[in-house]
């Protein structure tokens, strides 16, 4: 791992599970980003905005261009050290007015990994707070063990399932408030959600989940978990497989900066 210029940062993470870092991107990556969203939403009429999701990643050099981003690769390298792939991520866009909350949940219960070594970082696209449903932490449970999600249909939700109420603690949660381009991590047992955007803006964040390449993403059936990339450093042998970097083609993908090299 890196000798690190966020000391802070890292022991908030080892204290409380989660940790901010302010201004990672600059806006006009964010611009293109927030384009990105728009024209996702216009290809993928049949998905909901807070259903952007792994299954995109694999043919979308945008999306593959964004999470390999120098500024985030560095920050993932603090809490998973040099040698990084991208397991999944998923743009979960809120409209205003309308956007489904996310429940109280622990991220690996969800996860076909071993070992469970994975950081996620989570982008904010737009300017995150209370009012748009940001999400939400509480702080230390990232020491819980690992528990089955269950699913709840009363609630119309982005994930459809939830932990066990009884092991929330509500009253402790912390909101996550952040400005685009700032980056919020977070550990994959610590449980968190985030509530109903009723507010007039949108809030758009994009989660990133990256694993050491010594973690194997074990796959079962026909796995929805297809879009691993080697981002940064070497790969273990035989331990995953990665995708070819996608090509741009006009016509067929998001124009962006520098998308003549992809
Ligand atoms: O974006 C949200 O509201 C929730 C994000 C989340 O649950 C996650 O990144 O694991």
């Known amino acids: 791992m890196t000798t690190t210029e966020f000391g802070k940062e890292i022991e908030q993470y080892h204290r409380d599970g989660y940790a901010i870092f302010r201004n990672v991107i600059d806006s ?33 050099p945008f999306w593959v261009r964004l999470v390999s981003d120098k500024r985030l690769l560095d920050v993932a390298q603090e809490f998973i050290g040099p040698n990084i792939a991208l397991f999944a991520s998923h743009y979960i866009s809120k409209p205003p007015f309308d956007g489904r ?11 076909p990994l071993d070992p469970m070594e994975v950081v996620t970082l989570w982008l904010a696209v737009d300017d995150a707070d209370a009012e748009n ?9 990232q020491h819980e063990p690992l528990n089955e999600m269950k699913p709840n249909s009363n609630v119309v939700s982005v994930l459809g399932s939830q932990i066990d109420p009884s092991l929330v603690n509500e009253s402790a949660a912390v909101d996550i408030v ?31 989940r990256y694993i050491p390449t010594s973690t194997k993403i074990l796959h079962k059936g026909a796995s929805p978990w297809c879009g691993a990339f080697l981002l940064r450093g070497e790969a273990v042998p035989e331990v995953n497989t990665y995708n070819e970097l ?3 083609i006009i016509g067929e993908h998001m124009p962006f900066t520098g998308c003549e090299k992809w």
């Not at 990556?29 to 728009?38: C, F, G, Q, T, Y």
């Not at 993928?44 to 990643?57: K, M």
């Not at 400005?179 to 955007?197: L, Q, R």
């Open 246 to 248: 996608p090509k741009y």
């Open 28 to 60: 006009s990556l964010i611009a293109e980003a927030a384009n990105h969203v728009d024209w996702l939403i216009k290809k993928h009429p049949e998905l909901r905005p807070e259903s952007l999701d792994v299954q995109l990643v694999t043919h979308d």
């Open 101 to 111: 909350p996310v429940l109280w949940h622990q991220d690996g219960s969800y996860w």
């Open 133 to 141: 449903g940001c999400m939400r932490v509480i702080p230390g449970t």
């Open 178 to 208: 952040l400005k685009a381009g700032d980056v919020s991590v977070h550990h994959p047992n610590v449980i968190h959600g985030s509530n109903a955007n009723t507010s007039s803006r949108r809030r758009c964040g994009l989660t990133i």
